[in-house]
């Protein structure tokens, strides 16, 4: 297959599919109950220097209960795939990044990200890999294949393509020119999802962006659920298995575990909260005190949602069409 | 009839909305097109299925969505599924129109999102590609939709993040994007531009209300095609505007 033309952005993650599946081999397949809190799966699998994922992003289920115990624990030199509002912009704000593959980084309805602005422009983040949004998922479909790359139709002729570590080539059946994707292998992957059992079986309501793909790309996966069930409510509707237990490590049980974001059918965005970011992101001063008061301040999630207070917590809840106040 | 008074954002809305035709389907991001999407439906196009990146399609937008993955981009929806089934639809050529916005655009319609400055060393560092890239790339024709000044309307990007017509006429195929595709329109607080059959380049073909050619000229950084006759893009009615305020935006959100 001939390469016509090569990103210059470096591969911050290579893949190693048979590594991949040396690791995969090596996982526990017995029903083994994987409960433990947010302090206790950041601690076994989370390392500084880390390739990180997380799923879906900032303001919609997204596991923030375990971006915010990533930060108490201090977890730095982090590569992450970006995909973020508000998780990769606390993990910013903190400076625990080092480097990125990036498709989004912004606040979306709040513009770009002061916290993005002032890690990359001062050079703290030292590597930026461009790449399309479905760019990144596809790269997750690859290494959820346990192929070493995608051949797509996206990032063709575009700076966002010179920038990334992807590569044009001609396709050796149709003979046009194809750009193939890499496959992301993440060190670790952070999932919030509406329902898990003990053992990892997961459930997701709503729309599920890239968990599918993300979740089987990932080495090590950390999942966080609104609610624990018993596996016979996954066995009465096993085609709502959206991640099988098998490929999970640690299941973490964090109700509102996506404050300030959505949770789709269970409670809304809390704007208040998301606009006290959004003005505390602006300096590097007022970052370090929201997260003093709202990360380190809360010693884990129960004393995080304790700040927060039942009044707002309800208040979330019943804005949930339907559920009234 | 006077026309009643209303707001850049709502010329921006009213002009998109009335572009997109009923029956068809739209790539939608947060914002501005989501308003002209909600708009149409509301007038023209109420079988208009907006499309999600997150994997909503076909929602009812009784409330404006606030973000691409939440759960507004799929009430009511007819199916709620994940970022590779819509990208990939729009990839097998299911998805006619997609809506763009940028910090920066050129003659032929690349968009920039992503740096002001050198990559390596920006002066401003912008969110990135986001869903942007694959919508210019699979969409069928794009809409841009910006503010229109000297600053934004450039002779050359910064950086491409979603491809226009490139350099020319044949390079997006020469590229290996898919062929047919490309910007169709941008919808300006000035004009209304399209691009020239031959050459790709942006044309002026209607100016915004009590706004002149030459105002669009002096405030586009690049030299602009004319179409044969430029037309005089009609103010938002009463009736947009009331849908609009009463309708789309209730809690004024965005407008």
Redesign the interface.
Known sequence: MRVIRSGVGPLIQPPDVNAFRDLNRQKPKGLVDKRMTEAEAVERFVHDGDYIGTE??G???CPMSLVREIIRQGRKDLRVA??G?LELDMLLGAGLVRAMD?????L??YG??HC??RE??S?RVRV?V??????I??RF?AAAMGVPFIP?????????FE?SAAK?VECPFTG????LLPALILDVGLIHVHRADMYGNAQID????????MARASKRLILSAEEIVPTDVIRRQPDRTAIPYYIVDAVVEAPFGSHPG?M??LY??D?ELIREWVEASKTEATTKSYLEKYVHGARDHAAYLKLIGDERLRAVRAMV?GRGA | MTTPPYNPTELLICSAARLVPDSTTAFVGTGIPMLAVSLAQRRQAPNLIAVFEFGGAGAILEDLPRAVGERRTFHRALSATGICDVVEAAQRGFIEYGFLGGAQIDAYGNLNTTVIGPHDRPKVRLPGSGGGNDVGSQCWRTIAILRHDRQRFVEKVDFITTPGYLIGPGSREAAGLPPGTGPYRVVTNLAILGYHAESKRMMLVATQPGVSADQVIENTGFELRMADVIEQNPAPTEEELRILRDEVDRDRFYI
């Open positions: 879906l992003y303001t919609v289920r970006g995909q509002v990036i498709t989004y980084m912004g979306e309805v770009v990200s993005l602005r990359v422009e050079g930026c461009e790449w399309s949004n479905a760019g998922a596809w479909k797509v139709r996206s990032m063709l002729g575009s700076d966002t920038y044009a046009e020119t194809i750009c709503g729309i599920t962006g890239f968990a599918a793909e959505e789709a059918y809304e965005r704007e069409p």
